[in-house]
């Protein structure tokens, strides 16, 4: 089962606020990616992890932006001192194994006011 | 490093009426290929996938899409389409490297109008 589950699902925070996302894959994958999609764009990579390691990071990811996977299973993402820049759909996915594909959860939608 | 480009950013098309969605893509290395669908308010559906092998790919719902090598293109169609079909439409394209991140289109909003 390739079945992610993101929490939660809609976030409105103020600007300057601290916030923090978790994605679930329902089973274990090694690689697991974070993406940051806006209104009329495409997703865009943000980071990914191979079991709890982070082998990489965008540009996109600024010094408030931190990724941990500290078990190798869950996920999250905190976003410190929000902006109004970092409203938008995040998306997490997981890569299974042998495969080339990444199944997506549902995503947050963030809206910072 | 990779591109993807969807220069239609809204196709309106009637109900049985077929349909072309166009990707091209640039990669200075060999690439994997995928369209991904989005419904309105829910996440992203694997569409189809070229991997290697026969150029033509198909989906269970009717879609396929052809890998062109020359024209560095992978439309998608479909024969007749159906109002369900109304949604956002992402070409994606991952190099073969270690990291498989996805690179994705603008999208493509498909509109079926009865």
């Known amino acids: 089962d390739t079945g992610v589950s993101q929490n939660p699902r809609h976030k409105i925070t103020k600007r300057g606020q601290n916030v923090t996302f978790r994605c679930d894959p329902i089973?274990?994958?090694?690689?697991l990616y974070w993406y940051r999609q806006t209104l009329g764009q495409g997703p865009e990579f943000l980071t990914y992890?191979?079991?709890?390691?982070?082998?990489?990071k965008s540009r996109l990811l600024s010094d408030r932006f931190s990724a941990e996977r500290p078990k190798g299973s869950f996920s999250t993402l905190e976003i410190q001192r929000t902006e109004q820049g970092d409203s938008a759909m995040y998306l997490c996915?997981?890569?299974?194994?042998?495969?080339?594909?990444?199944?997506f959860g549902p995503g947050t939608r963030l809206t910072v006011t | 490093a990779q591109s993807v480009t969807q220069l239609d950013s809204q196709v309106p098309v009637f109900e049985e009426a077929p349909v072309e969605l166009r990707c091209n893509y640039s990669s200075s290395v060999s690439v994997y290929l995928f369209w991904y669908v989005q419904y309105p308010n829910q996440g992203l559906q694997l569409l189809l996938k070229?991997?290697?092998?026969?150029?033509l790919v198909e989906s269970i719902n009717g879609f396929e899409a052809e890998f062109n090598k020359s024209q560095t293109s992978f439309h998608l169609r479909k024969p007749s389409v159906h109002i369900s079909d109304t949604a956002e439409y992402f070409c994606?394209?991952?190099?073969?490297?270690?990291?498989?991140?996805?690179?994705f289109g603008s999208g493509t909003r498909l509109l079926v109008r009865p």
């Open positions: 996915a997981v890569k299974p194994g042998q495969t080339y594909e990444q199944y």
């Open positions: 994606a394209v991952t190099g073969m490297d270690s990291s498989y991140k996805l690179i």
């Open positions: 992890f191979q079991n709890e390691a982070q082998l990489e």
């Open positions: 070229y991997l290697s092998g026969s150029t």
């Open positions: 089973s274990e994958h090694n690689r």
